[in-house]
């Protein structure tokens, strides 16, 4: 059998920084954070492509699993309502 330690965000990585941000005040710091702050460390251009993100009063609904060719991979959940969510991307 093969595993790897870590914890799998992707599906709702950014949505859960917006409410953390968000709950700390510091929404206005989120898009430096998440975007610009990486590639000025490393002396590199920032992506052009942007998304878009929603917040609302009923929690999102995300997937508990996600299907892989290797068999489901449980998606991160802390146990709490998430209210954030990436609503579009343009590149």
């Known amino acids: 059998a093969c595993g790897c330690a870590g914890v799998f965000t992707a599906p709702v ?8 941000f968000e709950e700390e005040g510091a929404l206005d710091r ?10 000025a460390f490393y002396r590199r251009t920032p992506n052009a492509g942007r998304i878009r993100l929603e917040r609302s009063e009923t929690p999102v609904e995300s997937a508990a699993q996600v299907a892989t060719g290797a068999g489901p991979v449980v998606v ?5 309502p998430l209210h954030w969510r990436v609503a579009g991307r343009e590149e």
């Open 13 to 20: 990585a950014v949505g859960w920084l917006a409410q953390v």
């Open 76 to 80: 991160f959940d802390p146990g709490r």
């Open 30 to 39: 989120l898009e430096t954070f998440t975007s610009l702050n990486g590639p």
